[in-house]
């Protein structure tokens, strides 16, 4: 079981990944600001995030459970 909660949990976070990419460009444009400067609350229940850092984390846990796919007993 723990296969497939690292495959369905790495697939939402990438889902969700997508989603804030997504939402990047509209927000840079209404905020005015660059991409390094972007805050705004992704609706992850955390509050207001700055984007990169975001980025950065989510990538971080998809590896983490890509990892935990290929290291657990079939």
């Known amino acids: 079981m723990r296969k ?3 495959l369905l949990s790495a697939a939402l976070i ?3 990944t997508f989603a804030v990419i997504g939402r990047i460009p509209s927000e840079m444009t209404a905020q005015g600001v660059d991409f390094f400067s972007l805050k705004f609350d ?3 229940g955390t509050g ?3 984007a990169w850092e975001k980025l950065i984390t989510n990538a ?3 590896g ?3 990892i935990a796919f290929q290291a657990s007993r079939d």
Do not use: M, P
Request: hydrophobic fraction near 70%; glycine fraction near 16%; include cysteine.
């Open 42 to 44: 992704c609706g992850c």
């Open 60 to 62: 971080a846990l998809i």
């Open 48 to 50: 207001i995030v700055v």
């Open 14 to 16: 990438l889902i969700f």
């Open 4 to 6: 497939g909660a690292a």
């Open 64 to 66: 983490g459970l890509l």
